[in-house]
């Protein structure tokens, strides 16, 4: 990719404008043009390096709960489990790794009892032994900001949403501006307008209402989701660390200093899988992931770790919000 490209991924994943015209001040900003910034990002949508832009929301603010899926599933049942996990519209993520435990897929949904009936129906229609929920018990680290100009954005993890006591009570026309919002922006030069006209509101409406979430931490962040695979970060993996409980504040916090790793949580654990530390990590090649991997455990100096190589990617896309 040449500068401008570099220029352009590295400002939109996370400063992207809220703006009636956003990509006349990226523009500005980038010593360029709105139609050829506009040109730039279809581009870079086209070769699939960007997935979309638009918001990325805080699930326990939206009143959802979240948990991280971990199942053995029978190589023959692969595709109809796959199939099966994909279109519930509550799984985001869905990923084969080389591991005995080789599907992992985050799961967010609006009640605890929909995660229970879930796992129960996966595991009696494919006869599973192993299938467990995770869910996160503290976060570290989530800040997916790709680095092109060598500046290590990653190594200061974003600020962390504090979760809500309770979840905020959204009118119906706060819910269909989530709706519109999580399709992602249009790339035309007032991509708020259609939105506005739907909803039957001025744009200067959605962008304070915008502004407002992101402040609360409603919206976690609002910028371009990117194809890391696609540029250039090939070798992706978690990595599981069994740690002393007294320890855990102390390991997940380093581990969240790393530029590699792009989520770092403490998750439950379950009496076959001791494993209470998660860090998805990224590099450029197998040597990389290994240096890392290896730095990581000399810093916090786990009871026990695993790497966990992402092998296959089933399904990846935002959460989709109030579409049930």
């Not at 770092?264 to 990389?288: E, G, I, K, V």
Request: glycine fraction near 4%; charged fraction near 20%; proline fraction near 6%.
């Amino acid at each position: 990719m040449n500068q401008l490209q570099n220029k352009l991924l590295e400002i939109i994943q996370s400063d992207f404008p809220i703006d009636p015209r956003p990509f006349s001040t990226l523009a500005e900003s980038l010593n360029s043009n709105e139609t050829d910034i506009l040109n730039l990002i279809a581009s870079l949508k086209q070769q699939s390096l960007i997935r979309r832009i638009g918001p990325f929301f805080s699930a326990a603010h939206l009143g959802y709960f979240s948990t991280l899926v971990a199942a053995h599933v029978p190589e023959e049942m692969l595709p109809a489990f796959t199939a099966e996990v994909n279109v519930n519209p509550g799984v985001s993520h869905n990923y084969g790794r080389d591991h005995h435990l080789n599907i992992w897929f985050t799961l967010t949904v609006r009640t605890q009892q929909a995660i229970a009936d879930l796992l129960s129906h996966l595991r009696a229609k494919f006869h599973l032994d192993t299938i467990h929920s995770l869910p996160a018990l503290k976060m570290f680290k989530l800040n997916t900001h790709f680095d092109f100009d060598g500046t290590d954005k990653n190594q200061t993890p974003s600020r962390l949403p504090s979760k809500p006591a309770q979840a905020p009570t959204l009118t119906e026309s706060q819910i269909a501006l989530i709706r519109l919002l999580q399709q992602g922006l249009s790339l035309i030069p007032e991509p708020f307008n259609p939105l506005a006209a739907g909803l039957n509101l001025d744009v200067d409406s959605i962008l304070q209402q915008i502004n407002d979430w992101k402040s609360t931490g409603l919206i976690r962040r609002f910028g371009a989701a990117l194809r890391h695979h696609q540029l250039g970060f090939t070798a992706n993996a978690m990595i599981v660390f069994q740690v002393e409980p007294e320890n855990i504040d102390r390991a997940g916090t380093t581990l969240a200093q790393f530029p590699s790793i792009s989520h770092c949580y403490q998750r439950a654990t379950t009496p076959d899988w001791p494993f209470n530390l998660y860090a998805m990590t990224h590099a450029r090649d197998d040597s990389q992931l290994c240096k890392t991997s290896a730095d990581m455990v000399n810093r916090i100096k786990p009871l026990l770790c695993e790497i966990l190589p992402t092998i296959a990617e089933y399904k990846k896309q935002s959460v989709q919000y109030f579409m049930e």
